[in-house]
Each structure stands twice: as C-alpha cells, then as structure tokens.
C-alpha cells in the first residue's frame, strides 16, 4: 500500500541524529534568478522569517519515504542559517525533481522517526501584487517547459471545467483582470472548511461541493486558469502573518498556486484573497501529488505534527532556539522592518 501524506489539513535507548546544518551567512539583495522566470532587479530582502516543522511518524517496519520540506534560495527568499534532521539515523540522500524541489529519500525505521526542519529565510517586505506583470502569452509562444502546466491533470481537472470557466469568467480580459477574477470568486464562493480534505476530491468535485481546504482552492484555482491556457502550478510552503492580524489558528503548512504570466511566474491565493507579504515557497508541481511534505511507500502513522513560521529579529532568534511565539514581530497589521 503506498500511502501520501498531502498536506495536514488535508490528510490527517536515544538514536543518533543525521544532521545538516548551515551556519549563519551574510546575504545580499542581488539578482538571483528563479527556474521559469525572467529576470528583474530583485527587491530588498528587508525581513527575517522563522520556518520549520518538527514531525514524528511510527513505522511498523522499514518503510521508504521522501521528504519535501526544504525552501529553495530565489530572488524573493534566501535561506540565511537551516537545520535538517532525521532521527533515527538511516541512509539519506538529496536529490532535485523535475519541478525542481529539493528531495530527500530515506527510510522510516521501525518505531519512532523524527523529522525536524528549522530556518531563517530572508524575505522582501512588499506584498506580492507590487511585482505582478499582465502579460498572458499565447501557447504557441510559451517556453517548452511551460507548456506541461496547461494540461489537465488528476486533481487540477480543467478539461471537466470548461463550460463553467467560459460561462463564468469568458467575459473578462485575458490575464491577469481573469486570473483575479477567478482568485476572487473562489475566495467568496468556496467556503474554507478546517479538516474537510480529503484525497478522492479533485477541483470539479469541489466546485459542485462548495467548500474544501487551501489543497482544495489552490487545486480549483489552478484548474480553471489551465482552462484558459494560462500554464498554472501548485504550490506548497509557509505564509507568516506578516502585516495582519494572526487568526488564532495552529500555524501549517499552506497551499496556493502559481500562474505563469508576463514570462515569470506569479503568486495567487484563493484561500486569503488578497496578495500577502513574506510568503516561503517550499515545492511546486501539477497538483498536490508533487508537493507532499512525505510520500510513504507503506504504512507509518503521523504521531506529531508542528509547524511554525513567524517573522523574528535575526540578531536575537537563531535556529535550534525553542520556537517562541513571544519573540515574534507579526500578526498585526504593522510591517515591523528592522
């Protein structure tokens, strides 16, 4: 049996640890391009972000797995220091897949496993919408490479959404007033729904449905921009809440999507619906199926799930800290810039 652990609100004597740690790094604000984009100046990385997650799983036996939850360094976040563990020890090995997320293969030990992830990730203080481009490019001209992004696939099924995406938004102009328009009707017609994931639910399902988790929105979202052509992915990582209120929930991971338009890819989110601020892309993919923080190729039970993410004064908060939300400078609507 091979069980997928998409996302926690969707799906849900002492051991050495192995251990990767990179040291605190001075960063710069040069450009660093990112796979799939154009190049443009890229902003100040003005803001400090905690992000991790500490899971356990129990494993009856040796059972296969990869991990995915490691940020990538791009021209809107760099890693400043990062620890990865996994404990028990076990033989570990990272690899790049092909829509470039960083992977790591291991096996899952009988008993109790520990998978910790800490960082400080550098990230610009301006909302997502001040680098939006709108310029839509017809399929024929797309880069290769973008082109696997306007297919329908299991859970972002765009080919049963046609008839309800022209009648719905044929009417607005191609780009990005269509990609907003879609962000935002599904933002107040698709109720979120704390636990109501589930893996047998594809964006059409969801449609008739009505309400589902950000899994759910970001694969709807996705969906019905591919009807269009518009080359759209996944997305998983942390969004910290910076620059609003923090709503009183345990912090996860979030899902979102991106859409391909004026040569880079573009930051939309169906489950907040207006554009956020030190958002941490962790994978990407065609659908929720590239973007697991852990694939099982077995049985292994989720015993411990925590995630945080939080702005901090770097200066003051490190990696290895115990996580404390006392030390951090958002969830108001104050930008705290250092």
């Not at 989720?302 to 400078?329: H, T």
Request: charged share 20%.
């Amino acid at each position: 049996m091979i069980f997928q652990a998409f996302h926690s609100a969707f799906v849900f004597g002492r051991h050495e640890a192995v251990e990767w740690r990179l040291q605190s790094r001075s960063f710069d604000t040069k450009f660093r391009p990112m796979h799939g984009h154009s190049p443009f100046p890229a902003p100040n990385l003005d803001l400090a972000v905690r992000v991790g997650c500490e899971l356990i799983y129990e494993a009856a036996v040796d059972t296969p797995a990869l991990v995915t939850l490691k940020p990538r360094h791009d021209a809107l976040q760099y890693v400043r220091q990062e620890s990865l563990q996994f404990e028990p020890q076990a033989a570990t090995s990272e690899f790049e897949d092909d829509h470039f997320n960083i992977v790591y293969r291991t096996i899952f030990k009988r008993g109790q496993n520990l998978l910790r992830y800490d960082a400080i990730v550098m990230v610009p203080s301006l909302r997502e919408d001040s680098l939006w481009l709108d310029h839509p490019i017809s399929p024929h001209l797309l880069p290769a490479s973008m082109l696997r992004y306007t297919l329908p696939t299991r859970y972002c099924d765009s080919d049963k959404l046609l008839d309800f995406a022209w009648q719905n938004f044929g009417h607005l102009a191609h780009g990005l007033a269509r990609v907003s328009g879609i962000i935002d009707w599904l933002h107040r017609n698709i109720e979120y729904r704390t636990l109501s994931g589930s893996p047998n639910l594809s964006a059409y399902d969801i449609i008739q449905r009505g309400y589902g988790v950000c899994r759910d929105l970001a694969h709807t979202a996705v969906a019905l921009c591919r009807t269009f052509n518009l080359p759209a992915r996944y997305v998983s990582g942390y969004v910290p809440d910076i620059g609003c209120y923090d709503p009183g929930t345990p912090q996860d991971f979030h899902a979102y999507c991106e859409v391909y338009l004026g040569g880079r890819w573009q930051v939309f989110d169906a489950r907040f619906g207006e554009p956020r601020v030190g958002r941490i892309r962790i994978s990407s993919g065609y659908d929720a199926v590239n973007c697991a923080f852990t694939t099982v190729y077995g049985q292994a039970t989720l015993s411990k799930f925590e995630v945080w993410s939080y702005q901090v004064d770097p200066d003051k908060v490190s990696i290895g800290d115990a996580v404390d939300l006392s030390k951090r400078l958002c969830g108001t609507p104050e930008i705290r810039i250092l």
